[in-house]
């Protein structure tokens, strides 16, 4: 069987650099409202490689929060992803997948 063909280079790389969206209507939910959101069905990659935009991926927001990390996917395998870690405060705690830890 031989290899999948992908609609493009990079992972999604036309719903990354999509500027359609740029003059929208702007959200703007709170940090604890997003983290009620339930996150999007990821299948092995070969999968989800070309799906389009979800109803959440074609809306702006606005928000204010905390930055507390930020990883730029650089590299061989990167593709220039900015990774941040939001938080609704600079003393919310750290949230790991078996609940928070605090520092």
């Known amino acids: 069987m031989g290899a999948q063909t992908h609609c493009d280079v990079h992972y999604r790389w036309q719903e990354k650099t999509d500027t359609t969206h740029v003059a929208a209507t702007v959200a703007s939910p709170s940090v604890s409202q997003i983290l009620t959101w339930s996150s999007p069905v990821f ?3 070969e999968t989800y490689w070309c799906q389009q935009r979800n109803t959440r991926e074609q809306t702006v927001y606005q928000l204010t929060a905390w930055a507390r990390r930020l990883k730029v996917q650089n590299g061989a395998t990167g593709d220039g ?3 941040i870690e939001l938080t609704a405060s600079k003393t919310s705690p750290i949230m790991l997948q078996n609940g928070p830890r605090n520092g």
């Open 43 to 45: 299948t092995a990659a």
């Open 81 to 83: 992803d900015w990774h």
